[in-house]
């Protein structure tokens, strides 16, 4: 491919797993997530745009609260976090959490891995390759930081070193054979 690709992940909004620190489960957003909605400039998102949505609710809420109509896309789904889903984070044991935090390839809870994630993330930015046409996605913290690590060739074990704001926007572009990361 001869053109670019610009790609730009925007974050879902606040819920109140986020605010209680739970693990998330398929909550939609709360009051602040809809004010912090309501204080971004927009996207910029004129012209042809492919428009992709992660499949769980406080994603797609947040891309209809942002004008976006979008296509549901499995792949942009968060980390699933098997049992711990609605737990909070000081209910879990210590040694679990830590084999979770610090190895990569581990998934204690029974769901899926950072490792698997990254994978899963690959394989959608692979597929956006074969077009030109600017893309806008709306995900989690957890698909945003999986594609910084691959765009940046960064190892796995730095995936939670990387904070991602609530609807923020990451900015990447496809040329020639790489990725690069824009903002």
């Known amino acids: 491919m001869t053109g670019a690709v610009r790609l730009t992940l925007v974050s879902h909004a606040m819920t109140a797993a986020m605010a209680a620190a739970r693990f998330p489960a398929d909550e939609p957003l709360n009051d602040i997530g809809r004010r912090q909605i309501e204080a971004v400039a927009g996207l910029d998102i004129a012209g042809e745009i492919r428009r992709f949505v992660g499949p769980e609710r406080r ?30 984070l000081d209910g879990i044991g210590p040694k679990e959490l830590e084999v979770w935090l610090t190895d990569p390839a581990q998934a204690p809870h029974g769901g899926e891995s950072v490792v698997d994630l990254l994978d899963r993330v690959a394989g959608w930015l ?58």
Do not use: N, Y
Not at 60 to 83: F, K, S, V
Not at 133 to 155: E, Y
């Open 59 to 88: 994603a797609r809420q947040t891309a209809l609260c942002l004008g976006l109509q979008a296509t549901t896309e499995p792949r942009l789904a968060d980390l699933d976090c098997g049992r711990w889903r609605g737990e909070k």
């Open 126 to 183: 692979e597929s956006l390759t074969g077009s030109t046409i600017p893309t806008v996605a709306v995900t989690h913290p957890a698909v945003i930081r999986a594609a910084i690590l691959l765009v940046l060739d960064i190892p796995p074990k730095s995936f939670w070193r990387i904070d991602i704001a609530p609807v923020s926007q990451t900015v990447m572009h496809f040329r020639g054979a790489r990725w690069t990361l824009r903002l």
